[in-house]
Each structure stands twice: as structure tokens, then as C-alpha cells.
């Protein structure tokens, strides 16, 4: 028998482990050693700089800020008789065609957020006694110091206790006839949110107030003309005895207890951008609307030349441009607006200015916003509104895009007599003429023209010798 064999020694686990965990480093080395050194430096620095981020890094606990919850307003309750129609206007709504056009428009606007929720008083806004927060701790966000100098072109005014009650004294004083003792049977509105002064054709529109309202009262919204300068611009029609008066606009007063009140404190605060169009423009779209909301009555631009008496028109506003296929009207304007006070459709359009207020559009918190309400109204059935839409003869004769042709004097017999048609047309069929301003303000009045032939009936700022010049501006 052979000598007997030892069996083969069993190697442990873990010296299997072990060789294989040693191999493994000795591949990862080998490989680490192979690449080149620049990327072996990146890495090196990439994990450096996490290092530091992590080890350096300080976070400060700033509480989460709320999102804005969406104001809401509750239209007022309105209750009146029904108002008698008169002859020339029309009630209508828009075209099928528009109607559906402007459908997904108006969806979109009223579902939109309101950022304005607020019930600070802008008197507490101008005094910081009365802020909630002491100005040590307030801030004011940056985009306000970005809009701050279109901001100056609002006319707000440190305003004492005793001075905020003299807006709606005056006015009360003014309109009762304390001072002339005879009360208003009328009441014109008129704003001017200018530093500049009245020239020739805002005159004009004056005039013509007086001219077909003698015993109207005529109330200018302006801090420019709240003036010395103001008063002897207006002098001519106070010799005459015709009640005119400039005053200040007290936003605070008049925005108070509708939705502009919020989106007003919201701009000087800055939580509202101004846009690109004038801020003085948009304000006069709201302010209008206030003020006819506040005391009622006829609300002019200072380009409308009154023809005709608008003292029996009651709660009506004018369409500009009218669907020749449907009959209906396709665009409303606000440069004439005749409401009574507190009445519901202005509170839908200061709603309406509130809720989709947009600085960057032409138009779009003006003619474009009434538009827009009164399209919706006329959707609904039996909304409880009432009021007229007149006629684009009525107030708008004239299209802005051929404003130019009533400024032209007469060159041969065929424009001579298209001239004198259309004037006869305007003086049997308007109440007001609304120049433009924005497409006429370069025009100058030739002789025998339409224009020429209107300021010839007036007899305050027409000068007949100077009929060129008179409302070239």
C-alpha cells in the first residue's frame, strides 16, 4: 500500500474575500493611475467645492409668503322704475359674430386673480402715524422705485382730515347753488389730469356746454386748473354767469367703497404696475366712471363739442362703430357716458377696471373695457340693467379715422357739396361731435370747412379772423 495522501486543504471565505476586496483595489488604482492627471485634478475640485458649499453655507429662516387671496366685490343693491326710452338711440347687442369672438376673452378676465385685497384707507397710506407697521420695519418692494417716476404724474396731495371733507363739501355747496342761489338743473363733468393748460378746443368743449345748457353746472376734475391760473382761464364764463368750477380730485373720497379703492392704493404702493400708456389716461378712465357713480350725470371728453341738449337722455352710452351686415354694434366708446347715480352698470365697469386694469394696452381699461361689459351684460338674460346704447351718430358722427375730412375747407363743387350734406346731417342728427384729439390735435380749421362752420355758432372762443389758427394744436 502506497503511503496515504493528505486531502486538500479547504481555504476559508474569507481569505477569499479578502483577495478578491484586495484585487478590486489594486484594478481601481491601477485605473486611477492610468487617466490623465488634469481630469483627476477637475474631480478633486468638484468635490472640494461641494465641501465648502455644504460645510459654509448658512440658511436663513424667511417665513413663506402667502399667495394673494382674489378680492371680492358685491355689486350694490339697485332698485328703480324703468326709464323711458328716447327716440334716436337703440338697445342692441353686439353681433353673433363678436359675441363669440369675445366669449373666450371675457372667460379669461373673469377668472383672472385679484392681487388688490386690501382695507388700509390711502389716508393711512399718506401717513405713516397711522401705518400698522412703524416705518423702520416697512420696506417698500423694488419695482416701486422702478415706476416711481411715472407715479408723479398722479396728483396726490398730503391730505389733513379737515381737507379730505372739503371735496365733497364743495362739491355739494356747488351743485345746491349756495353760493349763486339757483340749483343745478344739469350736472357736466369734465376731467383734466394735466399740468398743462385748457387751449382753444378744450374751451370750445366748455362752450358748448354752456351753450346748449345755460342753467348747467360744469365740474373740471383737475389739480393743474385748482389754481389762481385755473380761475382766470374760467373767467370768461363766470363774467357770463355760467357755473364752472375746477377742484382737485380726492381719489381717497371718491374711490372709497368700490373696487378702485383697492387697485388705487395697490398703485402707490406699488403692488400695480402703471404700464406704458399714461397713468393720467387710465386714471381719468376710472376717475369718470367715480364720479358719475358718486353724483350721476353727463360725463364729457374735453374733445366733444355738445350740439344739442343732453338733458333728456337718461342712463345711455354712445356706440362708436356699428355692424352694417347685423345692424348691432360692434364697438362702445366712453368719451359720453349720461348715468344716473349709482347705478349698477358703472359699478361693473369700475369692477371690470380693477379686476383686468392692464397698463400696457391702449383702450383696454377705456372703450375696449365698456365693450367688454356690455357685451357680457347683453348675454345674460334679464340682467336688470337699464340703459340705452344711442347710435354712433349720435356722439361719434365722425370715425377718428377720417377726422381729417371735417378740418378741410372746400377745394372744388363736388367736395362743396358732400361738405354741406354731411353738415346738415350732423346738426339734424348730433348731439355732440368728438374730434379725435389723439388723430386732430395737428389739424388746422381751413376756411368753409365743417368745423369752421360749428365754431362759427359760438361766440366765446371763435374769432372769425383767426379761424385757421384758433384749434390748431
Not at 402667502?66 to 353686439?94: D, H, L, T, V
Not at 357755473?243 to 381719489?251: E, G, L, S, W
Not at 349720461?338 to 359699478?347: A, G, R, T, Y
Request: glycine share 4%; with cysteine; charged share 15%.
Amino acid at each position: 500500500m502506497l503511503l496515504s495522501e493528505r486531502p486538500p486543504k479547504l481555504v476559508s471565505p474569507l481569505i477569499i474575500f479578502i483577495t478578491k476586496l484586495q484585487d478590486l483595489r489594486r484594478s481601481t488604482l491601477s485605473v486611477l493611475l492610468n487617466l490623465p492627471s488634469s481630469l483627476l485634478a477637475l474631480v478633486l475640485i468638484l468635490l472640494f467645492v461641494y465641501n465648502s458649499f455644504y460645510v459654509f453655507s448658512i440658511i436663513l429662516p424667511f417665513p413663506a409668503k402667502p399667495p394673494p387671496e382674489p378680492a371680492i366685490f358685491s355689486p350694490p343693491n339697485y332698485a328703480g322704475k324703468p326709464f323711458p326710452k328716447w327716440a334716436p338711440p337703440f338697445r342692441s347687442s353686439p353681433s353673433s359674430k363678436i359675441q363669440s369672438s369675445s366669449v373666450m376673452y371675457v372667460v379669461k378676465e373673469e377668472n383672472a386673480p385679484m392681487l388688490l385685497k386690501s382695507t388700509t384707507s390711502l389716508a393711512s397710506l399718506q401717513n405713516p402715524t397711522n401705518s400698522i407697521m412703524s416705518k423702520s420695519k416697512f420696506q417698500r418692494p423694488r419695482r416701486f422705485k422702478k415706476h416711481k417716476s411715472k407715479l408723479k404724474a398722479i396728483p396726490i396731495e398730503t391730505k389733513l382730515p379737515l381737507f379730505r371733507s372739503q371735496f365733497p363739501t364743495r362739491m355739494r355747496e356747488f351743485f345746491s347753488g349756495n353760493s349763486s342761489g339757483s340749483s343745478c338743473k344739469t350736472r357736466f363733468f369734465m376731467t383734466w389730469i394735466s399740468s398743462k393748460t385748457l387751449g382753444n378746443r378744450e374751451l370750445l368743449a366748455v362752450e358748448g356746454v354752456f351753450k346748449s345748457h345755460p342753467n348747467a353746472c360744469l365740474v373740471i376734475v383737475s389739480k393743474s386748473l385748482n389754481s389762481n391760473k385755473g380761475l382766470e382761464i374760467l373767467k370768461p364764463f363766470l363774467d357770463l354767469g355760467y357755473r364752472v368750477m375746477a377742484i382737485a380730485p380726492d381719489f381717497d373720497y371718491l374711490f372709497h367703497n368700490t373696487p378702485a379703492e383697492a387697485w388705487f392704493i395697490g398703485l402707490t404702493k406699488g403692488d400695480v404696475r402703471p404700464g406704458g400708456v399714461s397713468i393720467g389716461q387710465n386714471l381719468s378712465n376710472v376717475l369718470r366712471l367715480a364720479l358719475l357713480y358718486k353724483f350721476g350725470g353727463i360725463y364729457l371728453d374735453t374733445d366733444v363739442i355738445v350740439l344739442r341738449s343732453l338733458s333728456k337722455m337718461k342712463n345711455v352710452i354712445g356706440a362708436q362703430t356699428v355692424d352694417f351686415q347685423t345692424g348691432n354694434w360692434s364697438r362702445l366708446n366712453n368719451a359720453v357716458l349720461v348715468f344716473d347715480k349709482n347705478h349698477p352698470l358703472l359699478f361693473k365697469f369700475i369692477q371690470e377696471f380693477a379686476l383686468t386694469f392692464d397698463g400696457n394696452k391702449w383702450g383696454h381699461n377705456g372703450p375696449y373695457l365698456v365693450s367688454r361689459v356690455v357685451s357680457r351684460i347683453s348675454r345674460t338674460p334679464n340682467p336688470g340693467f337699464n340703459f340705452t346704447v344711442a347710435t354712433p351718430s349720435a356722439f361719434y358722427p365722425v370715425h377718428w379715422s377720417q377726422i381729417q375730412s371735417i378740418f378741410h375747407g372746400p377745394k372744388d363743387d363736388v367736395p362743396s357739396k358732400w361738405l354741406l350734406t354731411k353738415l346738415q346731417h350732423i346738426r339734424s342728427h348730433s348731439f355732440a361731435l368728438h374730434l379725435w384729439n389723439s388723430q386732430s390735435r395737428r389739424l388746422k380749421v381751413q376756411k368753409g370747412s365743417i368745423i369752421d362752420h360749428i365754431m362759427s355758432d359760438f361766440t366765446i372762443c371763435y374769432n372769425s379772423s383767426s379761424a385757421t389758427s384758433s384749434l390748431s394744436l
